[in-house]
């Protein structure tokens, strides 16, 4: 299993960034996919997931709203659009797969917004 995250980056408050998570090594379509994000010195924590079609979909209060979250099945990736940025989303966001109770996560990408 191999996710990795990009699209990361520095927006100022009110912007909007793309994230993607690229997948690989099982079969995309059969998993729901989750985002986390973790700020400085704080705990990850679940920003949103999306079923295994993409007609599902979920969102912690602190995105609902301002994040929509969408895959491709055929391209392996995840999405996360996120819009009215906020200081309070600077964190690292993750991709997250669960398989059999064993958690996979990519590397990460780093979103800071400017106040």
């Known amino acids: 299993v191999q996710l990795v995250e990009s699209g990361g980056g520095l927006v100022q408050s009110g912007g909007s960034l793309r994230l993607s998570c690229a997948a690989s090594?099982?079969?995309?379509?059969?998993?729901?996919m989750k985002w986390y994000r973790q700020a400085p010195g704080k705990e990850r924590e679940w920003a949103a997931s999306?079923?295994?079609?993409?007609?599902?979909?979920n969102y912690a209060d602190s995105v609902k709203g301002r994040c929509t979250i969408s895959r491709d099945n055929a391209k392996y990736t995840v999405y996360l659009q996120m819009n009215s940025l906020k200081p309070e989303d600077t964190a690292v966001y993750y991709c997250?797969?669960?398989?059999?109770?064993?958690?996979?996560w990519g590397q990460g990408t780093q979103v800071t917004v400017s106040s």
């Open positions: 997250n797969l669960r398989v059999g109770g064993r958690d996979y």
């Open positions: 090594g099982f079969t995309f379509s059969n998993y729901i």
């Open positions: 999306i079923s295994t079609a993409g007609d599902s979909t």
